[in-house]
């Protein structure tokens, strides 16, 4: 089975089910006959490179692990009645053979991006729709290269490419004239660019600059249109019936769900001959809830359902139970204490841990080169000065491998087989036993990473940069949970304090930040109860903090992050030496002035029936 | 700037972060057909009776009731520690169906449909003399935010909905209520104000209820005929990019204030755009569209009226490519109907809405004028929301009831030349205690005082074939070897702000010369009139018999509504046009697939 599904939600950080976010496929959208397994085949003809005998980078990194075991069939020869792969092919093609200005280079690499989407969006409120939308789009990026692998317009600022919006139909001629005047237009940008470029490169000393691109084998893959077996009405309902469980929540101030349901046939085609069509579904629920507590503190918990095919979804019953349990614990969440201060060590469950390596090691294990101008600072939390050094404890293993779609029967959000670059993506050994070898790298190299892994991804169509895919971290030394929790306590007891820290959910953080707790409790020195606190953040952090995990546990769990593009962190319980955490302050409302209308009784009345 | 999307091209045009704002409006133009079969006058508009076309008698949508039950319990109930209470709530529920498809090439590009109501809360604090939303001077927020829109279940669930009205009007009663203490320390801190107006104005209520609308719309009928219009261009490989596109829209707006006003009124609007866009040889982009605006969907033009403007604005385009570029000119012009009407919309409509007056970061051109003269004496100016049509071509800035829920009243702005009012919302101005009708908004925004139907009328006509011959005798007086001719105008935009030039910028799209010594008129690109406010009124010598409506689009501080300019065509003496700023870039290397593949 296909579909590297979520792969594509995550584009928007804070409402991935807008509109037109995701979208179509061709055909067969919505058929009701159930998820059909799908076949298809991979084929890797390794032609020759165009331009002959480049010599890859000097590094070629030595431990990009095995080409994963292809799960994925494709057929290798194009399809003969996809009139949007035909037009953009024969577009390159004209584009790459006369697309010229008199005096000026030439394009000597070309990549086209289409992504043709069909979605459907409904959102719910206590047990009625606002709203329920289908959406279908088709866009397109064109990425234009002029000069050479080694110096090219790219890695300099304002050098972005150019878009359009292709015509829903399939009509070769209207298709292929989008796509010229969006050529012609990135053309243009790009031999400006490089002559920026090459002036700037002039007049600095810049040492040691790398290539600015890498070639890559051309692939040919052609995955069947995307399908899933989505039911727009029977979902209406089971919107309505989710969002009314509300009502019997009378302080729960607010919820909504919202839905998003997509399938995506994804279209890289480049010069080098690559010629990619990949399809991907997506099925997203979100359900959210907002309490205040008394002294006005908003509090709110979200339920967050992710699949590729109806089937991995779980039934609405128990959707309903998990609803009810996260309502009664945001009750019991805005009675509890508050504390103005920890500092000691912090026990983090599977799931915030992953947010944890996401804020501190997602972006920083990224080999991502400087742009051109960007100055010193750019990329100062970036990983690669440290290759070759400790980073975490000597037990810990990481690697990234995008191929699985699965994680003991979960699904992994981040996964993929090919990436925003035409490259297969691969295995990367990133830490081994505590020891940074590698970064997960895109096309664009670096001083020290060379060749891409396969992990140049972006979101939407904006130009790809490195990115993790599903990050596995282990420890070969984890404990047992009961035996990490006698490891708080102890740690705790150790250092003075009356009770230690766990977190057992947390918002996502942001870059190198770690987000906030929503449910954190004590758990005390002397008899090991646990008791909920409210209202804490986590000061800053950096990324040496991970060399003090005192230990980890041995079970593991997959944290899907929908934060900036899609990826997927399986990760053990950690236990942190020492965090700060503060009360957060901020101005809240005080409560209400008016009852609800689920506290007045003739509202209620009226609802009963 | 380019001009690949006249309709939309502007849009953003008033900055965040100055608070001087400026006005678009884009160009739906229409001509008058010259022979309408109809006995009326059809120089002046038509009103209609208020629900001259509906029974009065319908029932209120069940949705009133939810919003008047929830408003009352909010009016009896809400009050901070201190005893403070809203003194005044509207809720206004906008339902809004719309349907939008686009084609080129004879591909459908667009096809969106969306089905929303939503909510508008306006509560205020204090009193009418002095409330929350009462400008602050200095320093940031200076205007007060309303509610924006808040997303409202589709389905008439009484406990949804006022479950939201409820979470909303608690949460903007505490906003509101800091504000007006942060609104009094101000006006402690600060200098007298000029303007000691109310901030709100006492208007009558009014109950009125018609039945709400619904939007069926044959999409796929709608598609195939723009596929196949839109396919014309594909024989014109020079045009780099065009469109046909439809979109209608249905809406209902749902008003209950606490001071007792339920409206229940739909609105229904449709539209037609045909776009060509080129490039001349020298870079310049050049764009042209034309639209069709009807409040029903049978008024739209068939499929060969569509064509041919369609073919129209491609040859448009074409010729403009061929056309000499326009030289900085001064001298006298002609302004066709509707070029005029836009003039008139920009340069002076936007000058005489009433909150300008009052706001201290405004330039207050028109402020100290009432009972003086602006323009010549055989000009008269009014905005009309009541007048539907004007010979056959609906209005689109008709309404009944203002969004406040003010009653829209016709208001002389210019009495033979004498300025004799304000475009008033609630907000009163000094010598204006009162709204006339005009205070509107796109869902979402702050209402402000806005043109409707803006219509000028002149009692020194002649026919247009007249106009040039006089424009050419003005050409000789003065020596100049040309006038010009401005047929065709998309939009413009202009600053009304202190902190900006008072200036004001037209973008006319067709211009001729007309030559002084009688060679044919000759086409010319590149153009954008540009001048001071108050100096060109001075300059319009006579005018047109010939009276045509501009529908458009109107962006400004409360957002984009629908409007209708109404002018006669326009001698001036002296207009002064300046070389636009062209695009560098060349027309595409390679032809068009167009051409190859076929």
Excluded at chain 2, 111 to 134: C, K, Q
Excluded at chain 2, 203 to 230: C, G, M, N, Q
Excluded at chain 2, 248 to 266: D, I, K, N, W, Y
């Amino acid at each position: 089975v296909i579909a590297e599904t979520k792969r594509r939600l995550p584009r928007y950080r804070y409402r991935p089910t807008r509109p037109h976010l995701f979208l179509v496929t061709q055909g067969c959208w919505m058929d009701g006959s159930g998820d059909e397994p799908v076949n298809s085949t991979v084929s890797h003809p390794f032609r020759a490179m165009r331009g002959g005998a480049r010599t890859f980078g000097c590094i070629v990194l030595a431990l990009l692990c095995v080409f994963a075991p292809a799960t994925v069939t494709a057929d290798q020869k194009a399809p003969d009645d996809d009139v949007l792969l035909k037009a953009m092919v024969d577009e390159l093609n004209r584009s790459m053979a006369e697309l010229v200005l008199a005096d000026l280079p030439r394009p000597y690499f070309i990549q086209y991006r289409a992504s043709d989407r069909l979605s459907h969006t409904i959102d719910a409120t206590n047990g009625t729709l606002l709203g329920s939308n289908k959406a279908h789009t088709r866009t397109f990026a064109s990425r234009v290269r002029v000069g050479s692998y080694e110096l090219d317009n790219t890695n300099v600022g304002g050098s972005g490419g150019a878009r359009a919006t292709l015509p829903l139909d399939d009509d070769y001629i209207a298709i292929r004239h989008a796509i010229w005047q969006a050529t012609d237009q990135d053309y243009k940008n790009a031999v400006e660019t490089l002559t920026r470029k090459q002036a700037y490169l002039r007049e600095k000393n810049i040492e040691d600059r790398p290539e600015d691109f890498t070639p890559a084998e051309p692939l040919l893959v052609f995955e069947p249109p995307a399908k899933i077996a989505f039911d727009p009405k029977q979902w209406e309902d089971n919107a309505n019936l989710l969002s009314a469980r509300f009502i019997r929540f009378p302080d729960i101030q607010r919820s909504n769900l919202s839905l998003f349901a997509g399938t995506v046939n994804e279209y890289i085609v480049n010069s080098e001959g690559s010629r990619l069509r990949m399809a991907d579904t997506g099925l997203h629920i979100e359900i959210n809830a907002e309490i205040q507590a008394q002294e006005g503190m908003l509090l709110s918990d979200n339920l967050t359902y992710i699949a590729e095919r109806m089937s991995q979804l779980p039934p609405v019953e128990r959707m309903l139970a998990d609803i009810d349990e996260m309502c009664a614990r945001l009750m019991e969440l805005s009675k509890a204490p508050t504390l103005e201060h920890y500092t000691g060590p912090v026990l983090f469950d599977p799931i915030p841990a992953g947010k944890v390596f996401e804020a501190l090691l997602a972006e920083q294990v990224c080999a991502a080169p400087t742009p051109l101008g960007a100055g010193g600072s750019w990329g100062e939390d970036n990983l690669e000065k440290k290759l070759g050094r400790r980073i975490l404890p000597r037990s810990f293993q990481l690697y990234d491998d995008p191929i699985p779609d699965l994680y003991e029967g979960t699904l992994l959000a981040g996964h993929y087989a090919y990436d925003d670059e035409a490259v297969r993506a691969v295995r990367v050994s990133i830490v081994d036993d505590g020891i940074l070898e590698n970064l997960v790298a895109a096309r664009a190299p670096t001083r020290k990473v060379k060749q891409s892994t396969g992990h140049g991804r972006s979101a939407g169509l904006a130009d790809a940069r490195a990115r993790i895919g599903c990050l596995y971290i282990s420890d070969t030394d984890g404990l047992p949970a009961g035996e990490l929790r006698q490891l708080l306590i102890q740690t705790a007891r150790e250092e003075g304090l009356d009770f230690g820290l766990r977190v057992e959910s947390m918002w996502p953080g942001g870059f190198a930040a770690l987000g906030r707790p929503v449910y954190a409790y004590k758990v005390y020195v002397d008899d090991g109860r646990e008791e909920l606190v409210r209202g804490l953040e986590f000061l800053p952090v950096r990324t040496t903090i991970l060399k003090r995990i005192l230990a980890a546990g041995r079970e593991r769990q997959v944290y899907n992050s929908l934060s900036g593009g899609t990826s997927s962190i399986v990760s053990p319980a950690i236990l942190l030496e020492e965090l700060d955490l503060a009360k957060f302050e901020e101005e809240f409302d005080k409560l209400p002035i008016l009852k609800s209308p689920a506290l007045r009784p003739s509202e209620r009345a009226v609802h009963d029936n | 700037m380019t001009m690949i999307a006249p309709l939309v091209l502007l849009a953003p045009l008033f900055l965040p972060a100055s608070p001087p704002l400026r006005c678009a409006l884009f160009a739906q133009t229409m001509t008058i057909p010259r022979a309408t079969p109809s006995t009326d006058d059809h120089t002046k508009p038509s009103v209609p009776k208020r629900g001259e076309t509906q029974a009065q008698t319908v029932a209120p949508h069940p949705l009133m009731e939810y919003l008047a039950d929830e408003l009352t319990y909010s009016m009896e109930r809400l009050s901070d520690e201190d005893g403070t209470k809203p003194y005044y709530i509207n809720y206004t529920v906008y339902e809004e169906h719309t349907a939008a498809l686009s084609a080129t090439l004879g591909a459908l590009v667009e096809d969106r449909r969306s089905d929303e109501r939503n909510l508008n809360i306006d509560l205020r604090v204090g009193d009418y003399s002095l409330d929350n939303t009462h400008q602050m001077r200095g320093g940031g927020a200076s205007h007060a935010s309303g509610s924006g829109n808040i997303r409202l279940p589709l389905e008439d669930d009484p406990y949804a909905i006022k479950h939201t009205l409820w979470y909303h009007t608690d949460r903007l009663f505490k906003q509101n209520v800091k504000r007006l203490a942060q609104v009094k320390t101000n006006l402690k801190v600060k200098v007298d104000e000029e303007d000691k107006s109310d901030d709100f104005s006492r208007e009558e209520s009014h109950v009125y209820y018609e039945p709400p609308v619904t939007l069926a719309f044959d999409r796929k009928t709608w598609a195939d005929r723009l596929r196949k219009i839109s396919a014309v261009a594909r024989s014109y490989p020079l045009v780099y990019s065009s469109s046909v596109s439809v979109s209608a829209f249905a809406g209902t707006r749902f008003m209950v204030t606490s001071e007792h006003t339920r409206l229940q009124t739909p609105e229904r609007r449709y539209r037609m755009i045909v776009t060509a866009y080129a490039k001349a040889d020298d870079g310049m982009d050049l764009s042209q569209s034309f639209s069709f605006s009807a409040a029903r969907e049978e008024k739209l033009p068939g499929d060969a009226e569509i064509e041919e403007a369609f073919l129209s604005v491609i040859n448009q385009v074409l010729a403009l490519r061929e056309a000499p570029i326009a030289e900085p000119y001064i001298g006298p012009a002609v302004l066709r109907n509707r070029a005029s009407a836009v003039f008139f919309h920009e340069i002076f409509g936007h000058r005489i809405e009433g909150h300008r007056q009052k706001d201290v970061t405004e330039g207050h051109t028109f402020k100290k004028k009432i009972d003086k003269q602006v323009l010549p004496e055989f000009l008269d100016v009014y905005d009309d929301p009541l007048a539907s049509q004007l010979g056959d071509i609906d209005l689109r800035g008709q309404y009944h009831f203002d969004d406040e829920g003010v009653e829209a009243e016709r208001v002389t702005l210019v009495d033979r030349g004498i300025l004799k009012g304000f475009l008033m919302s609630r907000s009163p101005v000094e010598g204006f205690a009162c709204s006339n009708g005009h205070g509107r908004r796109q869902p979402g925004r702050a209402v402000a005082s806005r043109q409707a139907n803006l219509i000028v009328q002149s009692t020194n006509q002649v026919p247009f074939s007249e106009l040039k011959r006089i424009l050419v005798e003005e050409c000789q007086r003065q020596g100049k070897p040309y006038g010009l001719l401005f047929d065709d105008i998309s939009g413009g935009f202009t600053t009304t702000g202190r902190r900006g030039a008072q200036v004001f910028k037209v973008l006319p799209v067709v211009v001729y010369r007309v030559y002084a010594d009688g060679r044919p008129d000759e086409l010319i690109r590149g153009v954008d009139i540009v001048g001071t406010p108050l100096t060109c009124f001075e300059k319009i010598i006579r005018t047109g018999d010939d009276p045509a409506v501009f529908n458009g689009s109107c962006g400004s501080e409360s957002g984009w509504i629908p409007v209708s300019a109404v002018s006669p065509s326009m001698l001036v003496s002296t207009i002064e046009i300046e070389k636009r700023t062209r695009a560098q870039s060349r027309p595409p290397i390679l032809d068009p697939p167009i051409e190859e593949s076929q």
